[in-house]
């Protein structure tokens, strides 16, 4: 397939087939998540609270999506924003407010802060130079809550969050179904707007710097201007994918701030297939599924063949479980196309 | 005539090296001129150096009368100096109507709207099929500029050019790698700039800038050789001596 695409060019023939543009079926992965999320809480009764870390965790991948896939910004910090949402609604909830949807906007607010602070900082550096930075603001970030142990809990956690009922109608049941229900919804509206912001003239223009900042700068744009802008996006998607986590599950730990779940963002982004923003919810689900399954199935073991099942991915599905779908569909209708990462979504 | 790109003392060293060395030259509105000279002559340096992407070792640069010499190349081409690259500089993973919808959306700054819609921004659907149109390039609107042929790569870098509504127009070697039967269509678009803009071309194929140009500036050596109108130049002694007749051998 990628063989017609680069030989495709030059014949007027060609051309024309190529102009053809492929129907757009992106706007039917919101709903579908909604939907799926719904069955899925029919279907497995007994695991809303796995199903709630994991619809709160895609969120925040998500936020991971709009950064590396629409800007190319390789980060491992994405914790940070994360983190911070997450104690910021956490601090609010046992000291403020208890509305669940205003501790939401209290985390976006805070993680769309600390990104635009530290964005601003380091969106200069590129590449390996970033990386190295990003990891520092997690590190940072990190020790600061560890030692405000009066407003944190430091390494015992913050604990005592208790929400309100969603709407002042739908209280927080110890099964988890409005958790479940409340984070599935909160990750389906984040799907959506997140699709409209990569398709505005702004996610034009990140995708433009994602590919060459300098040709934007001929342009007559301001590359930083854009990645330091969508930075801070994601890092109010990354933000309320945190408080989303504190209001769930009534805690929040050290862990929600660590370069290791940095860095399983990053993991389960691209097992998921970036640029696309639905990737990072079949990412999410796939490793998070895959990780319960196998971590009870053989709880000495499981971690290696967590491994085998990245490799795998990563070996034989080239652009994550996303482009081996758009690749099986494709096959299936007999529409030639290029999967293009970074896409309009 | 308003003088729009005035160029006074230019000079560029690199380390001990001297690749432009007191360049003075400058456009009126509606000139069209020929940026010419052998191969390693400076041209491409005295290219980036005006439009920004080289910062200049001394000398002045105006543009329609204000001092940018300090500015960026981003802050210059927002006031109106637009060039295009001599090797195709596009994005790879976009179509071409998202190259014209970018650089359209730049032009008017409108890049910063998060929650708009490209598809809907009103106006624009017809700005960009005129764009493409006029180059030809209707039928490969939707096609990735990855896989377009180069002489449609270099089409679209001109019609990116034209689109963003240049004062001063710098085109760096705009037919090399376009086929012959297309390098007329570059022309026509160009005769049909408003007049009131200048535009700089950089051309190794003397055919071309005897059809395009009204005037000559010649470089050797990163100095200018001389400048004058296309007839007084071509006749010029040391033009034939240092540039056409390398070039004849080439031919």
């Given amino acids: 397939m990628s063989a017609t695409m680069t030989d495709a060019a030059p014949t007027n023939h060609s051309a024309a087939r190529l102009a053809s543009p492929r129907r757009d079926l992106s706007w039917t992965a919101a709903p579908l998540v909604g ?22 965790a895609a969120l925040y991948v998500l936020s991971l999506d709009l950064v590396l896939g629409y800007c190319g910004i390789a980060t491992l910090g994405q914790a940070a924003m994360f983190g911070t949402g997450a104690y910021a609604a956490g601090i609010a909830a046992v000291h403020l407010v208890n509305d669940p949807l205003i501790l939401l906007v209290i985390g976006g607010v805070a993680g769309g802060a600390i990104a635009l602070a530290t964005g601003a900082l380091i969106l200069h550096a590129r590449g390996l130079t970033l990386l190295m930075l990003t990891i520092a603001v997690t590190q940072i970030v990190q020790e600061v809550a560890n030692k405000a142990r009066d407003w944190t809990g430091g390494s015992d956690g913050l604990s005592g969050v208790d929400p ?3 709407f002042g109608l739908f209280r927080f049941d110890m099964v988890g179904r409005t958790s479940y229900l409340f984070a599935l919804a909160v990750l389906v509206v984040g799907m959506l707007v997140a699709r409209r912001i990569v398709r505005s003239p702004f996610g034009l223009a990140c995708r433009g710097v994602k590919e060459d900042p300098v040709r934007v700068a001929a342009l007559g744009g301001s590359p930083r201007a854009y990645l330091v802008t969508m930075y801070a996006v994601a890092g109010m998607f990354a933000g309320v994918a945190g408080a989303l986590t504190a209001v769930s599950s009534g805690i929040v730990g050290l862990d929600s701030v660590s370069f290791s779940w940095s860095a399983e963002a990053l993991v389960m982004l691209v097992l998921g297939g970036t640029g696309r923003l639905y990737g990072a919810v079949i990412g999410t689900v796939a490793f998070m599924a895959a990780h319960h399954i196998l971590a009870a199935t053989d709880p000495f073991h499981w971690m290696a063949f967590i491994g085998l099942f990245l490799m795998g991915v990563v070996l034989f599905l080239p652009g994550g479980i996303a482009a081996g779908l758009e690749r099986l569909r494709d096959r299936l209708t007999g529409t030639k196309s290029g999967s293009a990462p970074g896409g309009r979504a | 005539m308003t003088i729009l790109l005035e160029v006074q003392g230019l000079s560029k060293n690199f380390g001990g090296l001297q690749v432009s060395s007191d360049i003075t030259m400058s456009l009126k509105a509606g000139d069209r001129c020929a940026l010419i000279g052998p191969n390693g002559a400076g041209k491409t340096t005295f290219v980036n150096l005006v439009t920004g992407a080289l910062a200049p070792t001394a ?8 001092d940018v010499t300090r500015l960026s190349a981003a802050d210059r081409v927002r006031r109106g100096l637009i060039r295009s690259f001599q090797v195709a500089r596009l994005f790879a993973s976009m179509t071409v109507r998202e190259h014209m919808e970018l650089a359209i959306l ?3 700054r409108r890049t910063f709207r998060l929650f708009a819609s490209v598809g809907r921004t009103r106006g624009l659907a ?4 005129e764009g493409l149109s006029l180059m030809g390039l209707e039928a490969v609107a939707e096609t990735t500029v990855g896989s377009l042929a180069y002489g449609q790569q270099r089409l679209l870098e001109i019609a990116l050019a034209l689109v963003m509504r240049p004062k001063v127009l710098i085109l760096d070697e705009p037919a090399a790698g376009v086929p012959h039967s297309e390098s007329q269509r570059i022309l026509d678009a160009i005769d049909r700039l408003p007049k009131d803009l200048a535009v700089l071309m950089i051309e190794h194929d003397m055919d071309l800038v005897a059809r395009f140009a009204s005037t000559i500036v010649v470089l050797a050596q990163g100095k200018l050789l001389c400048s004058g109108t296309t007839r007084e130049v071509l006749a010029d002694p040391r033009v034939r001596e240092v540039y056409l007749g390398s070039r004849a051998h080439a031919h």
């Avoid at chain 2, 000398?59 to 204000?66: H, K, P, S």
């Fill in chain 2, 106 to 108: 730049q032009r008017d």
């Fill in chain 1, 35 to 56: 939907l799926l999320g719904l069955a899925a809480f029919w279907v497995f009764p007994e695991d809303l609270g796995l199903m709630t870390r994991i619809a709160a």
């Fill in chain 2, 126 to 129: 017809a700005e960009v099929a």
């Fill in chain 2, 59 to 66: 000398g002045v640069i105006r543009l329609d009368g204000r």
């Fill in chain 1, 164 to 166: 309100a009922p969603v």
